[in-house]
């Protein structure tokens, strides 16, 4: 390049070039902006809270129970009863031993056999104020097969009943043209509104005097 008309053999890309090239102007203060420019935050989970149970599940658990206790203790009496049947077959000494045994398991076969009493759920409101049916459980004796079965109202999307001061209604549940439950019952577990105060009531047909069940919340 110092030669007029000479050519170098090499290539004169990495030479400086002949004009100079001036640097692209940078705000300053875009610089530090974009310095000081935080990262995005990575996004916060979303806490999942898990649902709480129906309070009406939870009844018709508890009545769930209580049923599949007294079916098993029934079972348990049954075979007693068997046993008993086989040992009254040897001489006659077992067989007095067994038919005392026998009047026992009896008697206890008896008493089991009492709380299984199905009934038409009547309610009867004694009080000044109306009464408002929110939850509904119940174990009942299908009379049909002879099976037990339970309906929950939580099932149906909360069916409720109300009972006017001093009327009385049989509660049962009816969807379209069919009865899903005839108002048939054994256990029973209830919520209940009344006068701004939620009670919670259970309990078996076998103890309901008259075949209704009258409640007073008055207090």
């Known amino acids: ?7 170098a053999d ?12 001036a640097p ?12 000081r420019r935080p990262s995005p935050a ?12 129906p309070k009406s599940t939870i009844v018709v658990g508890v009545v769930a129970v209580l049923l599949a206790a007294i079916s098993s203790f029934l079972a348990m009496q049954w075979g007693k009863l068997l046993s008993l049947e086989e040992a009254m077959r040897g001489d006659t000494a077992q067989q007095m031993q067994a038919i005392e045994k026998l009047s026992g398991e009896a008697q206890g076969l008896r008493q089991a056999l009492e709380l299984l009493v199905n009934g038409q759920f009547v309610i009867r409101n004694a009080g000044r104020s109306a009464l408002h ?14 099976g037990f079965k339970t309906f929950n109202s939580a099932s149906y999307d909360y069916p ?11 509660l049962r ?17 209830l919520e209940v509104q009344y ?16 075949k209704v069940l009258e409640l007073s919340l008055d207090g």
């Open 195 to 210: 006068e701004e105060e939620t009670y919670f009531l259970s309990g078996t047909w076998s103890t309901v005097k008259g």
């Open 160 to 170: 409720t009943w109300d009972i006017r001061s001093g009327g009385q209604n049989l």
């Open 42 to 53: 990575p996004p916060i989970p979303t806490p999942t809270v898990p649902g709480a149970l």
């Open 24 to 35: 692209a102007y940078q705000s300053p203060t875009a610089t530090a902006q974009a310095s």
């Open 133 to 146: 049916v929110s939850g509904l459980a119940a174990a009942y004796r299908d009379p049909a097969t002879g």
């Open 173 to 189: 549940f009816v969807k379209g043209q069919d009865v899903v439950w005839d108002g048939a019952v054994i256990f029973y577990a």
């Open 10 to 21: 090499s290539g004169v890309e990495d030479l400086p070039a002949a004009q100079p090239s």
């Open 1 to 7: 390049m110092l030669a007029p008309g000479v050519i």
